[in-house]
């Protein structure tokens, strides 16, 4: 009888016919073994990593060998997949883990810090690399950590809009390796299957500062997000569905969706946004994110509108809000937090010996801040 005509065997069966297998034959590829043995890609992996951190074998580019000469070795043929460059002692007793986030300065230092304290905490090492929010240039690098580092699994928050993006997100679900994604949420293939994600809940940290301007005596709380955030539906979601539950006035009340501060195009659209705030009775303002609020602020007092006796202010992301005059009320998304969730949940799915587990969607919420602009 093959091993493929047997049941699925046990963790610690399946790993002994792995080495005896790899043993036999020199290196094999990890589909191979997962068509061998019966199980999926991860579980190969999860087994790959655990033997290796033994040392009864060699990860290999794709797939694993055993210690020592392999047969094609011996009769002189080139050994097919080519192995990567020998770790060191250390290297083989622990998991490695990809990282790719779209910027390393805004928003993101804080969440790598979370992952790599939560990495560092468990014997786990890191490898970063941060893309442009191009969907080539994510992909490029998600490949090199597979390909060349040879990670166990990977952390990614990835552009999922637009042709690229969507074809992005099919090629993370058909990924050899274990994926989670963070601040991002997607469902994909014929049923809309969820891929296991982290999020910050953007929609309730929005309907929370609309609560916190409502309970003020705000009647009319406008909105302006950022064009090109992936956070922006989510921040206008919430703010209107908070402000319909409370029954505030929406028709004419501010609500842009622009370019950042940075566009030559930004002074104009803030001082129309301002004067629409005068024109309708708008008293309040959510803005996403810092920049553009310290900016809104900057604004309003070179035009003699105070805040927050004529405008309130509330920011979304609280970066550097603390720092205006006078210091913004924001939200502030757990983003130490997001990091340490979404180590774990990786982690948790590489050492789960369940091969159905369950795929997870965590949802942690941000905070509001209340400072002097509201």
Same mark, same amino acid.
């Given at each position: 009888?093959?091993?493929?005509?047997s049941?699925?065997?046990?963790?610690?069966?399946?790993?002994?016919q792995?080495v005896?297998?790899?043993r036999?034959?020199g290196?094999?590829?990890?589909?191979?073994?997962?068509d061998?043995?019966?199980?999926?890609? #991860?579980? #190969?992996?999860?087994? #790959?990593?655990?033997?290796?951190?033994?040392g009864?074998?060699r990860?290999?580019?794709?797939?694993?060998?055993?210690?020592?000469?392999?047969?094609?070795?011996?009769?002189g043929?080139?050994?097919?997949?080519?192995?990567?460059?020998?770790?060191?002692?250390?290297?083989?007793?622990r998991?490695? #883990?990809?990282?790719?986030?779209?910027?390393?300065?805004?928003?993101?230092?804080?969440? +790598?810090?979370?992952?790599?304290? /939560?990495?560092a905490a468990?014997?786990?090492r890191?490898?970063?690399?941060? /893309?442009?929010y191009q969907?080539a240039?994510?992909?490029?690098?998600?490949?090199?950590?597979?390909?060349?580092v040879?990670?166990?699994g990977?952390?990614?928050?990835?552009?999922?809009?637009?042709?690229?993006?969507?074809?992005?997100?099919?090629?993370?679900?058909?990924?050899?390796v274990?994926v989670?994604?963070?601040?991002?949420?997607?469902?994909?293939?014929?049923?809309?299957?969820a891929m296991e994600?982290v999020?910050?809940?953007?929609?309730?940290? /929005?309907?929370?500062?609309?609560?916190?301007?409502?309970?003020?005596?705000?009647?009319?709380?406008?909105v302006?997000?950022?064009l090109?955030?992936?956070?922006?539906?989510?921040?206008r979601?919430?703010?209107?569905q908070?402000?319909?539950?409370?029954?505030?006035?929406?028709?004419?009340?501010?609500d +842009?969706?622009?370019?950042?501060?940075?566009?030559?195009?930004?002074?104009?659209?803030?001082?129309?946004?301002?004067?629409s705030c005068?024109?309708t009775?708008?008293?309040?303002?959510?803005?996403?994110?810092?920049?553009?609020?310290i900016n809104?602020?900057e604004?309003c007092?070179?035009?003699?509108?105070r805040?927050?006796?004529?405008?309130?202010?509330?920011?979304?992301?609280?970066?550097m809000?603390?720092?205006?005059d006078?210091?913004?009320?924001?939200?502030?998304?757990?983003?130490?937090?997001?990091?340490r969730?979404?180590?774990?949940l990786l982690l948790?799915?590489?050492?789960?010996?369940d091969?159905h587990?369950p795929t997870?969607?965590?949802?942690?919420?941000p905070r509001?801040?209340?400072?002097s602009?509201?």
């Open positions: 009888m093959t091993v493929s005509d049941p699925t065997p046990m963790p610690d069966e399946r790993r002994t792995m005896e297998l790899l036999r034959r290196p094999v590829r990890a589909t191979d073994l997962a061998e043995l019966d199980v999926s890609v #991860i579980t #190969i992996r999860r087994d #790959i990593a655990f033997l290796a951190s033994q009864l074998i990860r290999v580019r794709g797939g694993a060998m055993p210690h020592g000469d392999t047969p094609a070795e011996q009769s043929k080139e050994a097919s997949p080519q192995p990567v460059a020998e770790e060191s002692a250390g290297d083989r007793q998991l490695t #883990i990809g990282m790719v986030v779209p910027s390393l300065d805004y928003y993101w230092p804080e969440v +790598i810090r979370g992952v790599r304290e /939560a990495a468990a014997g786990v890191v490898v970063l690399r941060g /893309a442009t969907a240039d994510e992909r490029r690098q998600l490949s090199g950590l597979m390909e060349l040879g990670v166990n990977l952390l990614v928050a990835p552009t999922t809009t637009g042709d690229d993006g969507e074809e992005l997100v099919r090629w993370l679900r058909q990924a050899p274990p989670v994604l963070i601040e991002r949420a997607v469902a994909t293939g014929p049923y809309r299957e994600s999020v910050s809940d953007h929609a309730l940290g /929005a309907a929370m500062a609309v609560r916190h301007l409502a309970a003020l005596g705000h009647r009319r709380i406008g302006i997000t950022t090109h955030s992936p956070t922006t539906p989510h921040v979601h919430g703010w209107r908070a402000c319909q539950e409370l029954g505030l006035e929406l028709d004419g009340t501010p +842009i969706t622009t370019v950042d501060q940075r566009d030559p195009e930004w002074i104009k659209v803030m001082d129309q946004a301002l004067g005068l024109d009775g708008t008293t309040a303002l959510l803005v996403h994110s810092d920049p553009e609020a809104l602020v604004r007092q070179e035009r003699g509108i805040v927050p006796a004529d405008l309130a202010v509330v920011t979304y992301d609280d970066e809000a603390e720092l205006c006078p210091p913004l009320t924001a939200v502030r998304p757990p983003r130490r937090a997001i990091g969730a979404a180590f774990s948790a799915r590489l050492t789960d010996q091969p587990r997870h969607r965590v949802v942690i919420e509001l801040i209340v400072r602009s509201s």
